[in-house]
């Protein structure tokens, strides 16, 4: 196995997450195969009880954990399928250091940080790595060098340094290099997180600077004296104007190269070439000036914070990408249709409500889906955006004026309810329904045509679902549940509206660029 260990330094927000599953994809293309590991220094066991407004979005894998947003584009840049254990936190290592000390595993010693939490940390990104069977496995430490929360897993590193052969392990440090008033590339900040991780004993082999312009070649060779690295090991990794480049810039900069002399890669005749079809059609939207740019509705929550919906752009992107059009796309928040003027959804090309939880802001949500409907602008709902369309029929179709979610409290009609498996679940209100489901679909359907199949497989995270009870007379009244599993419904539809569809699960989690959400794809061309 061979270990690629990514850290940042100077601050956060540099792109280490993209720079790490960059350089995997680079692996990728050559043709070895990669695996990615997520550390967050924090103490959360996981991020399924986080605020999207402090950390962003909380992505969900296959098997149902709840993780760090870098697994979401670890899974979109490599095409893999990760699982909950590639996402290492401080809390999932003391939760099981502490459950071997209570069952006495460690035979009366004092249980310190050095060694049985370190140790414990380097079983479990050997075993992660083990598991997945890939020969590369990169490993992202969250948070900046320094911080006493990630002290313990640098740690850990520095003793797998020296475990490891020579060969089989590198430290890549990525870097701010800021441009002063007189254009000059300033490098101390590169220089003094260098020496943070030096004095930590350990030693970055290769500097990934991100900068505005292209390193100069007197800054690159400063870098190199003062971190005592070769100067071809110092990447520059200039903005680009999309994260998908981003492969393409560390490749140029010779980083392929380094790596494959560090690590002593052999060359492989065999080569992943589907990433070049990825850029072809980046390239493809950027030349032409005359595609279709059809204009996007999002009524959410957490409009104001670019990471919270984060695999719902990606996921539009990728559609877009398959369709050649260039979407706009407009954030609204939710509140702000609650008493306001809903018109302002006027001229727009489809609507989308993302997934929320708690009841704030979920009137202005159903009354942008009311317009949606009685407008006939292309709806795509996801999760609580299905929900939402069930309470709104419900309301102003059926009638039922005071419809509503148990979520938000007691209703005479509770379209929305909690099943009475996921009530008696353990923990707060019933736990959370996640990962992947196999869904049924009926033929005749847009479901049906959108997927193609009668059985298709994606992610969940929630707790609520259609009530049982209420579905045989909102079929009557016109929605069509175009998709099951077992008594949960998993998609419903509108087929008197050109397009009007809404999914129970996240489609936006399994989309990947090149492999579109069929269900993003389809909500895009029945803008165009
Ligand atoms: N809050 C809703 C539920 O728990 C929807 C969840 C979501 O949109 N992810 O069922």
Redesign the pocket.
Known sequence: MKYIVVTGGVMSGLGKGITTASIGRLLKNRGYSVSAIKIDPYINVDAGTMSPYQHGEVFVLGDGGEVDLDLGNYERFLDVELTREHNITTGKVYQSVIAKERRGDYLGKTVQIIPHITDEIKSQIRQVAKRSGAEVCLIEIGGTVGDIESMPFLEAIRQMKMEERKEDMLLVHVTLVPTDAQGEQKTKPTQHSVKELRELGLHADLIVARCHQPLKEETKKKIALFCNVPQKAVISAVDVDDVYRVPSVLEQEGMFDCLRTLLGLKPRDVKDTSWDGVIAELDALKSNGRLKQPRIAIVGKYTHFVDTYISIREAIKHAAMACKCVPHLSWIEAESLENGDVDVLRGYDGILVP???GSRGTEGKIRAIQYAREHDIPYLG???GM?LAVVEFARNVVGWKDAASS?WGESAHPVIDLLPEQKNAEGLGGTMRLGNYEIEIAEGTLAHRIYGTKKIVERH????EVNPKYIPILREKGIVFSGWHHNRMELMELPQNRFFIASQF?PEFRSRPGKPAPMFRAFLEAML
């Open positions: 997934g929320g939880f996801l999760c609580l929900q979520e995270r929630h707790r609520y996240h």
